[in-house]
């Protein structure tokens, strides 16, 4: 299995911009998360699916931040306008049952994202 | 909220050591304890999960333990080898969300 996939690996991008993150969980699990990781925060839970159904995004920060995940193999994590303080490496992980958090979570290698 | 913090934040040790690294958390109330790998630059890699109603686990030379009752957790590498070096990260899991700690910085020295 070729684990968790994450496109790109670094974005630049400049302030304002529109960015979109892509992650390709597992094939079989059921569960998908975004993860946010900083220097000053750590890491940080920003949204998680069960079954292609957001269940909680209460770790999004701002309205500029939307996941989607149309598919059980596809996700996205758009940041839409992109602001400086929104640099840093965005983790996707995959859990093989639907509940979620429960179980082990599986890494993606990241998206490291600078905003200018 | 639940508050999460691993000390120490950095540890240096001789290749052959054994060591242990600390993980607690403020709420006791958790599902589970997961104990993390992640090499500069990369993702996480996830070393050990521990559900709630258990008090060790164990895969090669690590091992984890859990006191729920006093909000603890450890990590027990033995014979420490410089693949080791890394960052551990400690997660513990509540009813709708995962927190992790900021992290153990570890280098073993050959």
């Known amino acids: 299995d070729a684990g968790v996939i994450q496109s790109p690996r670094h974005e630049v991008t400049e302030m304002g911009q529109e960015v979109t993150l892509r992650c390709k969980p597992i094939?079989?699990?059921?569960?998908l998360f975004w993860y946010r990781q900083t220097m000053m925060r750590g890491l940080e839970l920003l949204i998680y699916?069960?079954?292609?159904?957001?269940?909680?995004d209460s770790g999004m920060p701002e309205d500029r931040f939307s996941a989607k995940m149309p598919n059980a193999s596809f996700s996205t994590l758009k940041i839409q306008p992109s602001e400086p303080r929104d640099s840093a490496v965005y983790f996707c992980?995959?859990?093989?049952?639907?509940?979620?958090?429960?179980?082990?979570?599986?890494f993606g290698p990241g998206t490291r994202l600078t905003v200018t | 909220k639940q508050e999460v913090t691993q000390i120490p934040a950095a540890l240096s040790v001789p290749e052959g050591e054994n060591l242990v690294l600390n993980c607690s958390f403020t709420d006791s109330a958790i599902y589970n304890l997961q104990w993390f790998r992640q090499d500069p630059g990369k993702g996480l890699t996830s070393l050990l999960l521990?559900?709630?109603?258990?008090r060790e686990q164990t895969s090669g030379r690590l091992n984890a333990s859990l006191d729920k009752s006093s909000g603890r957790s450890t990590l027990y590498i033995a014979a420490s080898q410089p693949g080791d070096s890394a960052t551990y990260l400690c997660?513990?899991?509540?009813?709708?969300?995962?927190?992790f700690g900021t992290g153990t910085r570890l280098t073993v020295i050959p």
């Open positions: 094939s079989g699990h059921n569960s």
């Open positions: 699916f069960n079954n292609n159904v957001p269940i909680d």
């Open positions: 521990i559900q709630s109603s258990q």
């Open positions: 992980a995959s859990s093989p049952r639907s509940s979620g958090v429960t179980y082990e979570q599986y």
């Open positions: 997660a513990v899991r509540g009813a709708n969300n995962l927190f």
